[in-house]
């Protein structure tokens, strides 16, 4: 054997076996967040005590899972994975076989229901084109769900999957396809064969890098998520600074984290740094731009704004104050975006008790 194939069969080994990692890790990750789902739907038609819960079940849920300190399980990510069982209850039986139990049944058992029976989706329409559940856990993983979980039209659903697997998509190539009309533009075409012929030939190739850091995969294996998504050298040096300068400024600041994931459908942002002030009450959220101060940064933090609103605050709290920094050679701008504090007496608070925007300068240039 010579020295060239020695390098060749390890490297080829080593990718095989991270191929199959991969695969069984995408595989109990479908399995569980289906599960999860099950057994969710299962408590609000038969749990005894569900009436008690009522809308709130998801939160409570997610509260007394993030106080056992399991990763994953947040209130965005139960909604998905209720909508994930009701979408494809098909998947039971697979999920049964890997969990040992005889059938789906005896899942529901487990919750204490006396019938056994797993509740009933009369939603989701059957056809005699669905795919086998067993393929389907074979070749997705949930972030493949997640996307397809997003069509509403079971037939149209149906045409992803078949050529999801035809030709052994991504999750991203996925999502690239449903969002270009796919199955629009092959009703449209007179050369359908040709035309989904040149979609499969054309689609890049994923590494195995890119799968592993799933923010999915990441969650279930227990691994940490690391903020290394678009921040450079500079800055991270100056949110060290900020997070600092803001701690020794007291003034009723508690720091609660940095690079606050927010996830919504199968998208995730983060927010750079979030206080909480217990002054005034209310969450700091601030984004920093290492460059000019863009229109666009207004958006942005509305939304971190608005989302805060609706899924973070507690009764009592005053609403989220977000401050932008941005900085670049000629100028330094801080902007304030306090849309909607129409309270006179906690614009006062707000004013009185944050840093001034010539502290933030300051801070900035040092």
């Given amino acids: 054997m010579r020295f060239k194939q020695l390098i060749a069969l390890i490297e080829q080994t080593n990718q095989g076996l991270q ?47 993030e106080k056992k300190k ?35 049944q005896q899942l529901a058992e487990q919750l204490g229901n006396q ?25 997705f993983s949930f972030r493949h769900f997640t996307e397809l979980i997003k069509i509403k039209e079971p037939l149209k659903r149906i045409f992803y999957e078949q050529q999801a697997i035809k030709g052994n998509w991504s999750s991203r190539q996925l999502k690239r396809q ?42 279930f294996t227990g691994f940490k ?30 720091f609660e984290a940095r690079q606050k994931r927010i996830t ?4 995730h942002d983060r927010v750079d740094l979030v206080f909480y002030h217990r002054i005034i009450k209310c969450h700091i ?10 229109y666009a940064d207004v958006g942005q933090m509305n939304f971190y704004l608005n989302y805060f609103k609706e899924n973070i605050m507690e009764a009592g709290d005053n609403p989220p104050v977000g401050i932008i920094l941005c900085t670049d ?19 006062s608070k707000y004013l009185v008790e944050l840093p001034s925007k010539e502290d933030f300068m300051k801070l900035l240039e040092t």
């Fill in 115 to 139: 019938k056994g029976q797993p509740a009933a989706d009369n939603s989701v329409q059957k056809s005699d084109l669905s795919l086998d559940p067993q393929i389907l856990i074979q070749h």
């Fill in 329 to 347: 050679k000629e100028e330094t701008k801080v902007e304030y975006a306090t849309a909607g504090l129409d309270n006179q007496l906690f614009v």
């Fill in 264 to 267: 919504i459908g199968n998208e």
């Fill in 178 to 219: 449903i969002e270009s009309l796919l199955l629009e533009r092959t009703g449209l075409s007179k050369d359908k064969e040709a035309l989904l012929k040149s979609v499969q030939n054309n689609q890049a190739v994923v590494s195995i890098e890119d799968t592993i850091k799933d923010t999915y995969v990441l969650e």
């Fill in 285 to 294: 959220l601030i984004d920093l731009k290492v460059r000019a101060f863009s």
């Fill in 19 to 65: 191929k199959k990692a991969i695969s069984s890790i995408n595989q109990l990750l479908v399995i569980r967040n289906w599960s999860i789902g099950f057994y969710i739907v299962e408590f609000e038609q038969n749990g005894d005590d569900r009436a008690k819960y009522g809308q709130r079940l998801l939160k409570t849920i997610a509260e007394e899972l």
């Fill in 70 to 104: 399991l990763k994953g399980l947040s209130f965005t990510n139960l909604k998905l994975f209720r909508l994930f069982y009701l979408i494809y209850p098909q998947i039971g039986q697979p999920v049964a076989d890997q969990l040992k139990v005889q059938n789906i």
């Fill in 225 to 254: 998520e690391l903020p290394v998504y678009s921040e450079n050298d500079l800055e991270t040096s100056l949110l060290n600074k900020i997070q600092d300068f803001l701690i020794e400024l007291g003034h009723g600041f508690c």
